[in-house]
T-cell receptor
Framework: QKEVEQDPGPLSVPEGAIVSLNCTYSNSAFQYFMWYRQYSRKGPELLMYTYSSGNKEDGRFTAQVDKSSKYISLFIRDSQPSDSATYLC???????????FGTGTRLTIIP | EAGVAQSPRYKIIEKRQSVAFWCNPISGHATLYWYQQILGQGPKLLIQFQNNGVVDDSQLPKDRFSAERLKGVDSTLKIQPAKLEDSAVYLCASSSPVTGALHSGNTIYFGEGSWLTVV
């Protein structure tokens, strides 16, 4: 069993739709939860991070962590074509140390 | 602010040959990482440096991979001899001086990667 599981997709939705991306993890020691966005042939860039359980909102993006079920979610509201990318969830025991990534979900927003 | 620079961007080699990748982190970033991303998978940490010391190399295949960070700035990742399964993107990343607790001041910045194809 992988430490972080993520549906690879691909996922295609029309512009303006709400997108839900999810990951599950197995290691209860993970404390930090991150979402990275990776455009084609580019390096990942950090979108959002949360510590422990709870929600965090940043513009059109909302990250949720439920440690009781070991479930991580990213919601994108009013999706735009520029949101088309691969979204990677990542976890760690402590900050930036030894991130464990999911496989990534490839998202396409259709104009 | 300049980002993380990597070279070469693309490399094709035959199996059993050697290859080296170079990385120049963001100025002032003491922590440098090398990640391997195989097609269709998430990045996997190979090695982490703090200044010029190794913090974590537990997932580095030391029989064929080596990495160094001279003078705590640039870094080189070498593969010798290469295997077919080494075909991947090698991502260099850096973060600001203090590692540990994540906050807006010390997120990791990734380079665009070096794409390796072993034939």
């Amino acid at each position: 069993q992988k430490e972080v599981e993520q549906d690879p997709g691909p996922l295609s939705v029309p512009e303006g739709a709400i997108v839900s991306l999810n990951c599950t993890y197995s290691n209860s020691a993970f404390q930090y939860f991150m979402w990275y966005r990776q455009y084609s042939r580019k390096g990942p860039e950090l979108l959002m991070y949360t510590y422990s359980s709870g929600n965090k909102e940043d513009g059109r993006f909302t990250a949720q962590v439920d440690k009781s079920s070991k479930y991580i979610s990213l919601f994108i509201r009013d999706s735009q074509p520029s949101d088309s990318a691969t979204y990677l969830c990542a976890t760690s025991n402590f900050g930036n140390e030894k991130l464990t990534f999911g496989t990534g979900t490839r998202l396409t927003i259709i104009p | 602010e300049a980002g993380v620079a990597q070279s070469p961007r693309y490399k094709i080699i035959e199996k059993r040959q050697s290859v080296a990748f170079w990385c120049n982190p963001i100025s002032g970033h003491a922590t440098l990482y090398w990640y391997q991303q195989i097609l269709g998978q998430g990045p996997k940490l190979l090695i982490q440096f703090q200044n010029n010391g190794v913090v974590d190399d537990s997932q580095l295949p030391k029989d064929r991979f080596s990495a160094e960070r001279l003078k705590g700035v640039d870094s080189t990742l070498k593969i010798q001899p290469a295997k077919l399964e080494d075909s991947a993107v090698y991502l260099c990343a850096s973060s600001s001086p203090v590692t540990g607790a994540l906050h807006s001041g010390n997120t990791i910045y990734f380079g665009e990667g070096s794409w390796l194809t072993v034939v």
